[in-house]
């Protein structure tokens, strides 16, 4: 018997939660790991957001495909799929919390660890990741007795807003997604950093003064605003708390949030089209945005952000 990591998400959780609990479904990249999967194997069940073990699936059948909507109502992406059996399926308030210290001390891959670390999270990024036996069969007893004894880890509040569901209305479907929240609270803009300023933050200053020179008002991610504002010497008066544009509420608080992601762009000041941004990204939330990038439209609000990730 071996044990592999199955992730859920807080709304797959939810949607195996109503489901018959007999399928676990993977998408398509994951094929070649799930081959060599065989049945009386295990499944040791991990959400993400709350870093919370919730489930114990021994496995029947598989892997196979079958494209019928399960997880979701329409185009479900979770093809690769068990047939399993739950030994264990948690109320979200009685799953194992990650930091509780007899997990965390109970698994080789956190326990040498400082608890705010986050050298442990390569092993739960992606599913069907193998465990080590010992700790494959430490979850598998630790789970069993949780079943038993029922003992609750009441959820905190910023547990609560990472389980929070967000909806954005899209033209064909509404499309659920999640909306991060700061983990610290924001730098004061005026307070100096003691790091070397990177480049990239040079080039976003100087950017900065280029867009107030041509009249335009400044937006910058708050994760740099404290490094660009170092750099370039603003009286405040360009600077914008929040983006102009005429999107809903999630949107736009998912593209603060996320602003590291995205290039800079300019942006119309009237209705809000926006020579916009990570289009991977952001396209999905609102295909309202118009992606190209062009120069005679530098126009209004200047929207500035690093280089997204490659």
């Known amino acids: 018997m071996a ?38 194997d295990m499944f040791a069940c991990y959400v993400t957001r709350v870093s919370r ?9 598989g892997p196979f495909i079958d494209n019928k909507p399960i997880f979701l109502p329409e185009n479900d992406p979770f093809v690769v799929r068990f047939r399993v059996r739950p030994m264990v399926w948690l109320p979200m308030d009685q799953a194992l919390p990650i930091h509780n210290d007899k997990v965390w001390n109970g698994l080789s891959f956190t326990r040498a660890l400082e608890k705010g670390s986050i050298g442990w999270t390569g092993k739960v990024r992606g599913s069907l ?9 430490f979850l598998a007893d630790a789970l ?3 079943a038993n004894s029922h003992q609750v880890y009441a959820l905190d509040e910023a547990e609560r807003k990472k389980l929070a569901t967000h909806t954005v209305n899209r033209p064909d479907k509404v499309v659920t997604v999640s909306v991060p929240e700061d983990a610290a609270p924001t730098e004061d803009v005026s307070a100096p950093q003691e790091a070397e300023t990177r480049e990239s933050i040079r080039i976003q200053s100087l950017i900065a003064q ?3 020179r041509m009249g335009m008002s400044i937006w910058i991610p708050r994760a740099d605003r404290g490094g660009v504002l170092k750099e370039w010497k603003n009286d405040g008066q360009l600077l914008l708390e929040r983006l102009p544009l005429n999107y809903d509420d999630t949107t736009l608080r998912t ?9 800079v762009a ?6 809000g089209s926006a020579g916009l941004v990570y289009r991977r990204f952001v396209g999905r939330l609102s295909p309202r945005v118009v992606y190209p990038f062009n120069a005679s439209g530098l126009r209004g609000t200047y929207v500035l952000g690093s280089h997204p990730s490659r």
């Open 266 to 271: 300019s942006c119309k000041d009237t209705f």
């Open 53 to 61: 073990w919730c489930g114990l699936l021994e496995i029947l059948e």
């Open 144 to 146: 069993t007795s949780q």
């Open 3 to 40: 044990y592999y990591i199955d992730l859920f998400s807080p709304e797959t959780y939810e949607a195996f939660g109503r489901s018959t609990q007999d399928i676990s479904g993977f998408r398509m990249r994951h094929k070649g790991m799930a081959d060599r999967i065989k049945s009386g």
């Open 210 to 212: 280029i867009g107030a």
């Open 255 to 263: 593209i603060e949030h996320r602003g590291r992601k995205f290039r």
């Open 129 to 137: 990741v193998k465990l080590d036996d010992k700790d494959g069969k």
